[in-house]
């Protein structure tokens, strides 16, 4: 079965940061995207970044570019979220996700089908 394993997240105050790391669980499997997404209480789910495993491209939310990174070994389908001066808006469980094919958008969680088991971030003011 495949499955993402998260770690990292935690409690930082505002303009901290921290890293999330996405593993696959056993063997590796292909990709075509991998896809952090957040979601904050009583919010929707919400795209936060991705890398496609083909190219390596990197698409960022507006809320996060230029203080979120991602990095990570591609053919491993490892994956982590660098992020840098955080702020109170950015509390949510973040949960990692991937899809093999391309059907559907990078950022449209209904079409991914591997996920992580979310990882609490709390940014405190």
């Known amino acids: 079965q495949k499955q993402l394993v998260q770690s990292g997240g935690g409690l930082v105050q505002a303009g901290g940061s921290l890293t999330l790391s996405c593993v696959p669980s056993?063997?590796?499997?292909?990709?075509?995207?991998m896809t952090w997404f957040r979601q904050a209480p009583g919010k929707e789910r919400e795209f936060v970044a991705c890398?496609?495993?083909?190219?390596?491209?990197?698409i960022y939310a507006d809320s996060v570019q230029g203080r979120f990174t991602i990095s990570g070994n591609i053919p491993e389908n490892t994956m982590s979220l660098q992020m840098s001066s955080l702020n109170p808006e950015d509390t949510a469980v973040y949960y990692c996700?991937?899809?093999?094919?391309?059907?559907?958008?990078?950022?449209?969680?209904?079409?991914?089908?591997?996920w992580g088991q979310g990882t609490q971030v709390t940014v405190s003011s």
């Open positions: 996700a991937s899809k093999a094919d391309y059907h559907g958008a990078y950022d449209d969680g209904e079409s991914f089908d591997v």
């Open positions: 056993g063997r590796t499997f292909s990709t075509y995207v």
């Open positions: 890398r496609f495993s083909n190219t390596g491209r990197t």
